[in-house]
């Protein structure tokens, strides 16, 4: 059957449920499908736009605050861009060695060739090395290119030989 006779049948049933009560029924019908109207309408409309309204209330104030977050980074941002990067700090047996001794190391030996230095360390802490390696890659760029550690019995202690590589200026 088509759409047109269906609706049709439905509301012929509907008139003649409708017209067997009596005009008490109706209007408790009537009152009770208001009801559930009402009731739908709340809970599918308004009580959804309340709470995400409150939900928002409140997230406000935090999203205020993150937004003056950024703006103040962007700001700070916007000064660090106008300003010229630190010197690159050449690499030299005195500045390795200066790196060295401000992490309490003492090389066994160094090697220094035009782009690459050989340093090897023995019976040293693994995380004063760790902390040098870190600094010199911060001041001076330099990667390492080549690492041979060995643990010690000794906790945090190893034998270490590293190939360190600084990048040509440009």
């Given at each position: 059957m088509n759409l047109p006779v269906l609706l049709n049948q439905a509301r012929q049933s509907l008139a003649a449920f409708w017209t067997a009560r009596d005009a008490r029924e109706r209007a408790m019908l009537a009152v009770a499908a208001l009801a559930v109207t009402l009731g739908l309408i709340y809970a599918l409309l308004i009580d959804p736009a309340l709470s995400g309204r409150a939900?928002?209330?409140?997230?406000?104030?935090?999203?205020?605050q993150q937004v003056a977050q950024l703006q103040a980074l962007a700001k700070e941002a916007a000064v660090l861009s106008g300003?010229?990067?630190?010197?690159?700090?050449?690499?030299?047996?005195?500045?390795?060695?200066?790196?060295?001794?401000?992490?309490?190391?003492?090389?066994?030996?160094m090697v220094?060739?035009?782009?690459?230095?050989?340093?090897q360390l023995a019976a040293v802490s693994f995380a004063e090395t760790?902390?040098?390696?870190?600094?010199?890659?911060?001041?001076?760029?330099?990667s390492v290119v080549d690492a041979n550690i060995v643990a010690l019995e000794k906790p945090d202690m190893v034998n270490a030989t590293f190939t360190?590589?600084?990048?040509?200026n440009e």
């Open positions: 939900q928002l209330n409140k997230n406000l104030p935090v999203l205020r300003k010229s990067a630190a010197p690159l700090i050449a690499m030299s047996k005195e500045n390795i060695e200066a790196a060295l001794a401000r992490n309490g190391l003492k090389p066994q030996s220094l060739t035009s782009d690459f230095a050989k340093v760790l902390n040098w390696l870190d600094e010199m890659q911060k001041t001076a760029l330099l360190l590589r600084q990048p040509k």
